[in-house]
T-cell receptor, first 116, second 115 residues
Framework: AQKVTQAQTEISVVEKEDVTLDCVYETRDTTYYLFWYKQPPSGELVFLIRRNSFDEQNEISGRYSWNFQKSTSSFNFTITASQVVDSAVYFCALSEYGTNAGKSTFGDGTTLTVKP | GAVVSQHPSRVICKSGTSVKIECRSLDFQATTMFWYRQFPKKSLMLMATSNEGSKATYEQGVEKDKFLINHASLTLSTLTVTSAHPEDSSFYIC???????????FGQGTRLTVV
């Protein structure tokens, strides 16, 4: 069975601080996808990144960066110089690739509050 | 990239009525669609998996007669919440995939409020 753990339930930072959201996953599959989504107060799910299990390259997109380490089954997300607009719930998810391709398991989410 | 459109984005219905939520793959054929539900301040939980032309497979604890899922075409799946009650109020989101060894793409979600 797949499992995604986001140990940090809530994080509060002051604007311009860097913040890292942790994600640890469990799977027996060798091929899978990992995702990060942002859910702002308005409720919709905003796609941030998708990573294939074979691609362990870290990625940077503006103030966002992701650190994928297969050896520790972690896919952490860092926001640099946080802004108030970053306040949201962030979900890490694991998606199957084989017979049940697309079937996703979500972590419980981390609520990030960025204070001015 | 692949686009999945979910409609409506928000719906308010009266207790006892039924409401239908649509999930459409706009630029690809979705052989498999997944429906998730998010309780307030909780994570998203898989409700059911539907394959085009087949009956949906429901996760344990999900009422089949309550949440009717139809996947009649390769671009459309619908979730009908029957005889809605206030406890059915939730955020429902679908994802669509093209079969084994591919990925799925999420719709925008539907906020259902039952009054």
């Amino acid at each position: 069975a797949q499992k995604v753990t986001q140990a940090q339930t809530e994080i509060s930072v002051v604007e311009k601080e860097d913040v890292t959201l942790d994600c640890v996953y469990e799977t027996r599959d060798t091929t899978y996808y990992l995702f990060w989504y942002k859910q702002p107060p308005s409720g919709e799910l905003v796609f941030l990144i998708r990573r294939n299990s074979f691609d362990e390259q870290n990625e940077i997109s503006g103030r966002y960066s992701w650190n994928f380490q297969k050896s520790t089954s972690s896919f952490n997300f860092t926001i640099t110089a946080s802004q108030v607009v970053d306040s949201a719930v962030y979900f890490c998810a694991l998606s199957e690739y084989g017979t049940n391709a697309g079937k996703s398991t979500f972590g419980d989410g981390t609520t990030l509050t960025v204070k001015p | 990239g692949a686009v999945v459109s979910q409609h409506p984005s928000r719906v308010i219905c009266k207790s006892g009525t039924s409401v239908k939520i649509e999930c459409r793959s706009l630029d690809f054929q979705a052989t498999t669609m997944f429906w998730y539900r998010q309780f307030p301040k909780k994570s998203l939980m898989l409700m059911a998996t539907s394959n085009e032309g087949s009956k949906a497979t429901y996760e344990q604890g999900v009422e089949k007669d309550k949440f009717l899922i139809n996947h009649a075409s390769l671009t459309l799946s619908t979730l009908t919440v029957t005889s809605a009650h206030p406890e059915d109020s939730s955020f429902y989101i679908c994802s669509a995939g093209t079969g084994p060894n591919t990925e799925a793409f999420f719709g925008q979600g539907t906020r259902l409020t039952v009054v």
